[in-house]
């Protein structure tokens, strides 16, 4: 009597050998994309910026150095370039920019200022109505990328309002005195911010634009007005 062909499809063996090898695969591809995402996402050090290694998370230490917004045509977006670009969208590290009347911030000045402005971020509940990092409110302007806005800029009109001649200086000031300065319809209340408090929040927001999102928010390199001063019509 000759056996019966069962077909492959039907067969109970072959789809209990390919679950395993899926799983297997899918385990191990796990795995590694973890282990890639943490190289990806862990903060980096002036010896990154030393060797000219292109962090998505640059070190606290890039307060020390000019940050400019510039397209990546090979990326297809905007990217965050510091100290100088090679005019394809790569960083040169290279450029430095005073941060309150410095630019030589070491490793350990540079953490402490970070850790203050993120605990002045979380302490003040920024987040109620403002956006970082696709986090937190929508009634306020984004602030993933607010020290590149150009209403912070030589030309905008943040620094001469608040009478300061460095962007630093300007978003420190409004960040002390928001009363003062009408910038929108949703206007910003007092949270009362020393002026310590209000240099490590700039030093974030700073450290924070220098991060590669990937080109979000969509759209904000295109922004000539600035992002802080628009006015709802």
Known sequence: MSKKKVSVWSDNRFWQRSAAWV?????LLLIWLTFNTMGQITMGTQKDINKHIDKRVPSATVINYEIQYKMNP????????????DGKGNSLFKVKE?????????QKEADALLHLGKLTEQAKNCMDCHTLLGNGGYYAPDLTKAWLDPAWGKNGPMQAMTGKSTKAEAMAEFLMHPGKYPTHAR????????????????????????????????????????????RSK
């Open 23 to 27: 799983t297997g695969f899918a385990s």
């Open 98 to 106: 005073k941060f309150f009347g410095r630019d030589n911030y070491t």
């Open 187 to 230: 206007m910003m209340p007092n949270l009362n911010i020393t002026a310590k408090e209000a240099k490590g929040l700039v030093a974030f927001l700073k450290q924070m634009s220098s991060i590669d999102t990937n080109g979000f928010p969509r759209g904000f390199g295109k922004i000539k007005e600035g992002v802080v001063y628009a």
């Open 74 to 85: 090979r990326r297809g977006h905007e990217v965050p370039v510091i100290g100088g670009g």
